[in-house]
């Protein structure tokens, strides 16, 4: 056979991978997200609510501690931008101190939610067997537990402060969450990689903890954010049904907790639509931030 | 098959008794105890021994857990000394009007979502598909309270079109005998749903429209209706199946928002109206029913999917 000379440029042509396109795997699935133009308009949104929310006050200053009963239900002026509430409360300062409750116990419970559902998922999927089955019943029952209610009662039981309901609505999503992750573990168990582990004689923990749950990382991330958008739902769900935080206390469910009495008369519109459309807002931004995450994540997985 | 149905409800079965441990455990749990949210904080000790004696709530857990679920069967889910009334007949009086709301409710939306997302999945990428898109995602993210709101505010009280609240009445037919009152909460529930249905039913179909089958039929000549309608849609409509059983929590839950909005006087107002009272007796017979409806709700959707999808092995 005669010699043939190949050329780095014809190598590349031919479709060997040119050493510099080889970027990062963060930088890869954050070229994908900042593609997605809703995503960066809901990211875009979070940043700004919570810089409202946790800044504004500093800015803004009003009384959200002692009531006002002269300015009680006050139209919007130069005093109060976004007028007063039933209880002559600031209401745009208001919306700040109540979006504080809602966006920390949304990120929390998520939090506590996931990091717990993801640990009982990941061993209950890995060791398989009769543990699964028991450790799965109990997903079970807790899924048909009809969560509503069972809050409910818990908020009658216990004194809901913000740490209160952070543990409740987390009780209650971590069971869906574990579910998932048990299903990603169950695939990712039988992979080369894991199965090299027990050879070399890792334990089974160390297999669980350092292989499969990093690989199942997309997936859990992808849920904590809907799970935000979710547990700020549910929190603002029992805030509407005054079992939410108490007051001076508030959140945007519980400024709506009164809110089919204010629609007969004078008309408040500021005490109905504010709240509300920031609750829609802030959920479908975490929405749009989910979706786009779980397309950058899979498109990660294709270009392996 | 037998098999399968055995150890299905053999499942199911477990899932209910760890289910009622859970609700019984959430009475001891109450504040002071079950027998002081009856009687009151003005509860003499004696008072409080008494009755502790008389319930039972002096006995070890598995004998009382035995006893109510002994009573459960039998048909008696508690007295409600608040109502002064069984918490039976208090199912009896406020099921069907709840059924009423949550079945047209769920009707509406099947028939809205259902073909809207068949659409959406045909037609992808077009403005349609986008702007239902857009629904969808609000959908998802409107508190069910809220939307029942701003109907109540745009429809009732602004321009007087549709009552805001559903006529008081104990009784299923006065519901029925004034459709005009049924509208808004019928529509508010509907909404809350039609997201779910839609989006699952687009990204099934879209799922279903690259497999080998629709291949096959395209290149035997049926024509595009053929394919979808006779094809695309059966498959993914065995999915819907399991998704209304699994969807069961979330229609209580809906249903306790939309009767509270709007008054509508069905088991989800008489819950909540509970929870003020602290009437525990009535709040954990509805729970158990509820929980119940459910686990049975997911073992038909299991035993339906496993009917109608022959791929599914035992």
Redesign the interface.
């Known amino acids: 056979m005669a010699n043939v000379t190949v050329s780095a440029d014809e190598l590349a042509q031919l479709g060997a991978p040119p050493a510099k396109k080889r970027r990062g795997l963060v930088r890869r699935s954050w070229d994908v997200f900042a593609e997605n133009r809703l995503a960066l308009v809901g990211l875009g949104f979070i940043v700004f609510i919570v810089l409202f929310c946790f800044l504004g006050p500093v800015f803004y200053q009003t009384n959200q501690s002692t009531t006002d009963l002269i300015n009680t239900m006050c139209p919007p002026s130069g005093g109060h931008l976004l007028g007063c509430n039933e209880l002559g409360y600031d209401q745009l300062g208001r919306l700040m101190a109540g979006g504080q409750t809602s966006i920390e116990v949304g990120l929390a419970a998520a939090l506590v939610a996931v990091s717990f559902g993801t640990l009982y998922g990941a061993i209950s999927g890995f060791f398989g067997g009769v543990v699964d089955a028991v450790m799965m019943r109990v997903v079970d029952a807790g899924l048909s537990l009809p969560s509503l209610m069972v809050l409910i009662i818990a908020a009658v039981i216990f004194h809901p402060s913000p740490v209160v309901m952070i543990f409740a609505i987390a009780v209650f999503y971590w069971f869906a969450v574990a579910r998932l992750v048990r299903g990603e573990t169950l695939t990712l168990r039988t992979r080369e990689y894991v199965q090299a582990v027990k050879v070399v004689g890792g334990s089974k923990l160390r297999s669980v903890i350092r292989h499969v749950l990093p690989n199942a990382i997309g997936t859990i991330i992808v849920q904590a954010t809907f799970a935000v958008a979710d547990s700020i739902l549910t929190l603002s769900g029992l805030g509407f049904l005054g079992l939410g935080v108490s007051a001076p206390a508030t959140d945007w469910g519980s400024m709506l907790s009164g809110g089919l009495n204010y629609l007969q008369g004078s008309d408040p519109w500021w005490l109905i639509y504010p709240p509300g459309i920031l609750i829609i807002l802030t959920c479908i931004s975490f929405n749009f931030i989910g979706d786009a995450l779980r397309d950058a994540f899979e498109t990660r997985l294709q270009r392996r | 098959m037998i098999g399968f149905l055995i150890r299905r409800i053999g ?1 199911a079965l ?2 209910l008794v ?2 009622t441990i ?2 019984l455990a ?1 009475v001891h ?3 002071g105890g079950p027998v002081k949210a009856l009687l009151g904080p003005r509860a003499t000790p004696q008072q409080l021994a008494y009755y502790t004696q008389l319930y039972g709530f002096d006995k070890p857990f598995y004998e009382q857990y035995i006893k109510w679920v002994g009573q459960m069967l039998q048909g008696n889910l508690g007295y409600s000394d608040k109502l002064n009334q069984s918490v039976t007949s208090l199912i009896g009086q406020d099921l069907p009007k709840t059924i009423v709301l949550v079945l047209l409710g769920t009707i509406v939306s099947l028939l809205l979502g259902i073909p809207l997302g068949v659409y959406q999945a045909v037609r992808r990428y077009s403005i349609g598909d986008y702007v239902l898109t857009g629904i969808s ?2 959908g ?7 939307f029942g ?2 109907l ?2 745009w429809f009732a ?1 602004r321009t007087h079109i549709f009552p ?1 609240f559903a006529p008081n009445s104990s009784s299923v037919l006065t519901i029925l005998g004034d459709p005009r009152a049924l509208v808004l909460p019928v529509v508010a529930y509907a909404f809350l749903l039609f997201a779910l249905w839609s989006r699952y039913m687009r990204s099934s179909v879209m799922d279903n429209l690259v497999q080998d089958y629709v291949r096959t039929a395209r290149a035997k000549g049926a024509s595009e209706r053929q394919v979808i309608w006779g094809h695309v849609f059966r498959n993914s409509l065995v999915s819907i199946v399991t998704l209304l059983g699994l969807s069961l ?1 979330t229609l ?2 809906g249903a ?2 939309i009767e ?2 709007f008054n509508y006087p069905g088991m989800g107002l008489a ?2 109206n509970a ?2 009272q ?1 009437d525990y007796q009535v ?1 954990l017979g ?2 158990v029913l ?2 119940a409806a ?2 049975v709700g ?1 073992l038909l959707a299991d035993i339906g999917y496993a009917m109608l999808d022959p791929r599914v092995r035992y």
Request: no cysteine; hydrophobic share 65%.
């Open positions: 499942q477990i899932v760890i289910v859970i609700v959430l749990l109450f504040p995602f609000l998802y993210a409107t508190p069910t309270f809220f709101l701003l109540v505010d009280v805001p929590p209580v839950a306790i928002f509270v909005v819950f909540y929870a003020e602290v709040l509805f729970t509820a929980t459910t686990v997911n």
